[in-house]
DNA sequence: AAATCCTGCAACCGCCATCTT
DNA sequence: GAAGATGGCGGTTGCAGGATT
């Protein structure tokens, strides 16, 4: 669980802290405080750059630091913040004292996000699986919540090369204003359609007057809905 | 028992915002 | 106002250890 310690070009040591690193930076900040990130490990006798200093610290060493499982009440939460603000780690982990903005970005891969899609996976994951574009389609879609997945673009990666999550954008149609900037949920296209359909986060967009623009960027797919002509457009190539 | 796969999380990286000179 | 330094943030990676085959 930790990274292999080794030394970077200027000298500096990289990979996990020793128990000696840890007692080092604890002294020295308890001494003389937090001053400068970058003189810090200099004067404190570590061979490490400023900003790995600091992040042992805000994220391990610092005492207020919370350890721990985390309690149902704190999973609520960053539920809670997650739809409201995103993937906004550091305003999430200021409601949650003790934790961390690398700790709760952690807990929502590891547990939230994971238990989150397991739950709808079930339902249209053989869906997903049915048919894909490999070229321009168009489609009309029919936006009564339920049947909608009949209607939107279903990908299939089941021959797909490995690629990088596909970069997404939420718009909203009338005002052109970004909703959600890259989430997560839309993550790859097997899940991207699952993802879709999460009720919590998608149910007042899935309404034919207020549906959003939908784009898709990486290097393998592109597809948006047009308020104005409802029409799908889809391209899926490899 | 050994090999392989999977998971969780500490730590790194790069970008951007803010501060200082 | 410009340039460099510093801090902060989110995305990503690496790997130990547990689970599965």
Known sequence: MVRTPCFDQNGKKK????????????????????????????????????KSCRLRWLNYLCPSVKRGNYTKQEEDIIIELHQKHGNKWSIIAKELPGRTDNEVKNYWHSHIKKKRLTKQNHVYKSRARTSRLKDVQHVKPSFGYENSFDHLPILDTSDQPTINEPTFSVI????SELIYPNPEICAFSETLFLDFSEESIWSELLNFDTLPVVACHNDYSKFSYSADDGIINGLWGF
């Not at 909203?172 to 005002?175: A, I, M, V």
Request: proline share 5%.
């Open 15 to 50: 990979g996990s802290w020793s128990e000696e690193e840890d007692n080092m930076l604890k002294a020295y900040i308890q001494k003389y405080g937090i001053w400068n990130w970058r003189e810090i490990p200099k004067y404190a006798g570590l061979a490490r750059c400023g």
């Open 172 to 175: 909203s149609p009338s005002s």
